[in-house]
C-alpha cells in the first residue's frame, strides 16, 4: 500500500540542515541568535511595550535551555516546528506562549494580553475587540467554567473550532515568511 507523506511528517533531512547552517552562522556572526536580532529577522520592530513581550515570550518558547541565546540546534528545532511540526505539537507550543506564569492554565488577562499583540500584528483584520475575541474564546473553551483554559481544553477546542484554530495557532504566516527569506528546501 501507498502512503503519501505531508510536508508535516517529513523528516528533516542533512541536506536540508547544510544551507541553513550556512545563512544562520551568515546572519548570526557569533553562531547564537540575540532577541534583538530575532525581532530583526522577524520584521518585528516593537513598536510597542506588548509587541516586545510578545517577541521575548516567542523567543524564549525557543530558548530550550534558557540560556538567552537561540543557538543553532534550537533554531532548526523552531524552524521544524513552525514548518513541519505536526498541529498537536504547534497548538502546545502556542499553549505555552500564552500561559506567561507557566502554571498550566490560561487566565483571562494572559489570553487577552496574546490576542491584542495578534490583532496588532493581523493589522486589524479581524472585526472583533480583543476583548470580544477574550470573550468568546472563553465561551468556547472553557468547559468548566472555572476561568481558565487547560491544556486539553486549549487543544480540543482549537480541533472544534477553525475560528479559535486560527487564533490559537499563532500563525502569523511565519511559514510563508521562512520559505522566501531562508529558501524554499526547508
Not at 546572519?27 to 520592530?45: P, T
Request: hydrophobic residues 40%; negative net charge.
Amino acid at each position: 500500500m501507498c502512503q503519501i507523506q505531508s510536508d508535516e511528517d517529513k523528516e528533516v533531512e542533512l541536506s536540508d540542515i547544510q544551507p541553513l547552517y550556512t545563512k544562520f552562522m551568515i546572519e548570526c556572526l557569533s553562531g547564537a541568535l540575540h532577541l534583538h536580532e530575532f525581532r530583526k529577522i522577524f520584521g518585528v520592530q516593537s513598536t510597542s511595550e506588548h509587541e516586545a513581550l510578545y517577541m521575548e515570550t516567542l523567543f524564549k518558547s525557543f530558548d530550550t535551555n534558557s540560556d538567552d541565546v537561540i543557538d543553532f540546534m534550537e533554531f532548526v528545532a523552531a524552524i521544524h516546528l513552525v514548518l513541519r511540526g505536526k498541529l498537536e505539537d504547534r497548538l502546545k507550543w502556542s499553549f505555552k506562549v500564552y500561559d506567561r506564569d507557566d502554571n498550566g492554565k490560561l487566565d483571562r488577562q494572559e489570553v487577552k494580553r496574546v490576542i491584542k499583540i495578534i490583532c496588532q500584528l493581523k493589522k486589524n483584520h479581524i472585526n472583533m475587540t480583543p476583548s470580544d475575541i477574550c470573550y468568546r474564546i472563553f465561551e468556547l473553551l472553557d468547559e468548566n467554567k472555572d476561568g481558565q483554559i487547560s491544556l486539553s481544553e486549549f487543544m480540543e477546542g482549537a480541533k472544534k473550532d477553525a475560528w479559535i484554530m486560527d487564533l490559537l495557532k499563532l500563525d502569523t504566516n511565519a511559514r510563508g515568511w521562512f520559505r522566501e527569506n531562508w529558501g524554499e528546501k526547508t
